[in-house]
């Protein structure tokens, strides 16, 4: 019998505390990854990029199952980043940000196993990002994170209180992009019950 690894379960990078930040170190990681810029409730591009990540991730699973490697498809995360940090913390213009979509993939797929996953998936839907789609590392090394409870746009005051009071108070310095983790789903969960890892990489000053 094929034993499913929940990745939630046995990688230290998914665990976070409500009211607690943590110092952690990462291992090197891959992600499927989409690149995109603008508010992700406005522009076609967050739509589309979700509609060709998702079929893909399914398919690399179905074909690992099928070998004898089952897994459970990750949560979606994200990479987000502005000129200017406020755009996070205090203005929230979302207008400003930039993003990369993500789907972490187990490191025994190669980029040859994407490749057949997309036109697995091409052949049954049509996935309108599938030339932007790439298969990549993230090394991020050591990062502060902790959990967030309730609406994306409420995570403002907890990002300033991470950036502006936990960061600089133990001697560390951002550096790489913000990094959150998704571990609701906002289409079957009410805002106020979603919960999502906020994750910053740092150096020591």
């Known amino acids: 019998m094929t034993v499913k690894v929940d990745f939630k379960r046995v990688n230290d990078g998914y665990r976070a505390k ?15 990854m989409i690149d995109g810029q603008g508010d992700p409730n406005i ?24 070998d004898g490697r089952d897994y459970v498809v990750p949560p979606l995360e994200g990479l987000w980043w502005a000129e200017d940090m406020a755009s996070f913390t205090t203005r929230r213009d979302k207008n400003k940000w930039s ?3 993500m789907l972490m993939v187990p490191n025994w797929h190669n980029a ?7 036109q697995v998936a091409q052949s049954k839907r049509n996935l309108p990002c ?19 409870l309730g609406a994306y746009d409420d995570e403002g005051p907890l990002l300033e209180q991470m950036h502006e009071e936990f ?39």
């Open 18 to 32: 409500h009211g607690e930040f943590r110092i952690l170190r990462l291992p090197v990681m891959q992600y499927l």
């Open 43 to 66: 522009v076609p591009a967050y739509t589309q990029a979700l509609e060709t990540i998702y079929p893909v991730a399914y398919k690399l699973k179905f074909a690992s199952k099928n």
């Open 99 to 101: 993003w990369t979509l």
């Open 112 to 118: 040859q196993d994407v490749e057949n996953a997309i």
């Open 130 to 148: 599938a030339d932007q789609l790439r298969l990549d590392t993230l090394d991020e090394g050591q990062s502060v994170q902790t959990l967030h």
């Open 167 to 205: 960061i600089p108070g133990h001697g560390l310095q951002p550096t790489g992009k913000h990094h959150e983790i998704y571990l609701g789903d906002p289409r079957k969960v009410v805002s106020s019950k979603l919960r999502t890892i906020l994750r910053q990489p740092v150096i020591s000053l």
